[in-house]
């Protein structure tokens, strides 16, 4: 269990426990307003929305950075380029507190889990460090701080099993709570163990640990009740569930099917998942698509790399070709599938030949949309330690014309897709300048945004999922009309 420990000065032992949560403590006005910055993967951005949900029942107001107290920073270290964006974000932070002897910040994430303590050294205003299994004790851990303004608590211990959070604040034991937004998303692990040579993640979010199918099937109904119609689960390598040390055994593919028949008692409709590795990815799985057609028609499969030398130098566990017969395989079982992946550029060793089969695999999938990143040493990874470092410069080249590709497969996919009808689940009212007609977006079952129009309040709600025809294709999204 992560420890609620003091940075400086003596601990004390059993401290009461309205101290401790941050409970019954407003019989004085204390200011207890925050605003939260997240970093990085989906999975922070579903703990930063489940952090302002359990601030705000214990009181907390969401506000604005020039306006909070509480500065919270959910951050990621996947890359160097956020973690420098954190340490630019706390010296904004700085400035918009100075004179504020109140105010302070929240470091959680996985810079807060690798750089732990030293975030009290360098920044005076941080008093709260969290790491990924402690956060559900950050909402206490505030409170608290809140009271106490000569206290620092860091919370990055691991816990041995995965940390489930309060389900009062969570609303999964009590389903009469706020609404949540058409779309959900359920953490269903924590950590990975595949120490895949670039990466950090297991790092900074420990070592895989499976929840309890009953566990996450609780959550989904919470949520359904709620008001969400799409489900997404979530895990670094989500096709490894229930198969580590903590888990039951349960396959990821069982917990599939299990979730996909919440929509025979609920409004579930539409089922996601994400992220995949290939090499763990089972022949169940892939026939699931086949037989759930609450499946959404896309998938995240990255591949990181077409070269099987560098492929193998990063440790993923499979080859292109094993990869090639995989997705070939997915597309039997769903021949419309829109797949998209994760890619590094210029990692160590790569040569433009190992460039070169990456665009290869590029065309031959094609994806849909790609994340693509150039290589960056990462403090702890194996990757640091090899040679044959590509420079900086022809990587960012090579970065270019990847992207440059992309956005041809992209356009000419989405530009495919004109004159076609499609089932939109509305999330929210399309963003329009001034005098446009009125819309809403939302994403289809591909995951492509679409914007609809005209679709005013009168015809379209969030949580509404209605036929759309596709009339024109643009860079990154869709416009249609409602039929």
Same mark, same amino acid.
Not at 5 to 28: E, V
Not at 254 to 265: D, G
């Given at each position: ?18 101290? +401790?949560?941050?409970? !019954? ?25 489940? &952090? ?14 020039? %306006?909070?107290? *509480? ?30 002897? @109140? ?14 303590? /030293?975030?009290?050294?360098?920044? $005076? ?23 106490? #303004?000569?206290?620092?608590?860091? +919370?990055?211990?691991?816990? !041995? ?43 900074? #979010? ?18 359904? =009740? ?17 198969? /580590? ?10 917990? &599939?099917?299990?979730?996909?028949? &919440? ?37 995240? &499969? ?19 070709? %094993? ?11 769903? $021949? /419309?599938?829109?797949?998209?992946? =994760?890619? *590094? ?51 960012? +080249? ?11 497969? %992209? ?9 076609? %009808? ?21 994403? @289809? ?24 025809? *596709? ?13």
């Amino acid at each position: 269990m992560p420890s609620l420990a003091r940075h400086r000065g003596r601990p004390r032992h059993g401290p009461p426990l309205h101290k +401790l949560w941050g409970i !019954a403590t407003f019989g004085h006005m204390i200011d207890r307003t925050f605003c939260i910055q997240t970093f990085g993967c989906q999975m922070n951005v579903n703990d930063s929305r489940w &952090l302002a949900r359990a601030l705000t029942r214990r009181g907390f107001t969401e506000a604005g950075p020039e %306006t909070a107290r *509480i500065h919270i920073l959910n951050t990621c270290s996947v890359r160097n380029k956020p973690e420098q964006k954190v340490y630019s974000a706390l010296g904004r932070v700085r400035r918009v507190t100075t004179g504020r002897t @109140d105010a302070f910040a929240v470091v959680a994430g996985c810079v807060a889990q690798q750089i732990g303590a /030293d975030f009290f050294r360098r920044f $005076p205003q941080v008093r709260l460090i969290v790491g990924g299994d402690g956060l559900r004790m950050a909402p206490g851990a505030i409170a608290r701080l809140c009271e106490e #303004r000569d206290l620092r608590l860091n +919370l990055t211990d691991f816990s !041995a099993t995965y940390p489930e959070r309060d389900p009062e604040l969570e609303g999964a034991a009590n389903t009469g709570t706020a609404a949540v937004g058409p779309v959900a998303y359920v953490n269903i692990m924590q950590g990975c163990d595949n120490f895949c040579a670039y990466c950090i993640v297991p790092c900074t #979010r420990g070592g895989q640990k499976s929840r309890t199918v009953a566990a996450v099937l609780d959550e989904c109904r919470a949520l359904l =009740d709620r008001g969400a119609r799409e489900i997404v689960l979530l895990g670094q390598n989500v096709n490894a569930y229930g198969q /580590d040390r903590y888990g039951d055994g349960t396959s990821f593919t069982r917990l &599939l099917y299990r979730t996909a028949e &919440l929509s025979e008692r609920t409004d579930l409709r539409r089922l996601r998942f994400v992220t995949s590795h290939p090499k763990d990815f089972s022949p169940d799985s892939t026939a699931a698509f086949a037989a759930l057609p609450i499946l959404a028609s896309n998938l995240h &499969l990255p591949i990181q790399s077409g070269s099987d030398a560098v492929l193998a130098r990063m440790g993923r566990g499979y080859t292109r070709n %094993t990869y090639l017969r995989l997705v070939e395989n997915l597309y039997k079982a769903r $021949p /419309d599938l829109a797949i998209t992946t =994760d890619i *590094i550029v210029g990692f160590p060793g790569e040569t433009e030949r190992d460039f070169q089969d990456t665009l290869a695999v590029m065309r031959a999938v094609p994806y849909a949309s790609s994340f693509s990143f150039c290589y960056s040493d990462r403090p702890g990874t194996a990757a640091c330690s090899l040679p044959d470092k590509v420079p900086q410069d022809i990587a960012a +080249l090579r970065l270019e014309r990847l992207q440059a590709l992309q956005q041809e497969l %992209t356009l000419a996919r989405l530009t495919g897709l004109v004159g076609q %009808t499609a089932e939109v689940l509305l999330e929210s009212p399309s963003p329009r300048p001034a005098g446009e007609t009125a819309s809403w977006q939302g994403r @289809d079952n591909w995951g492509n945004v679409v914007h609809v129009a005209p679709c005013d309040a009168a015809r379209g709600r969030a949580g509404d999922s209605i036929p759309v025809r *596709i009339t024109e294709a643009r860079k990154h999204s869709l416009v249609a009309e409602a039929v």
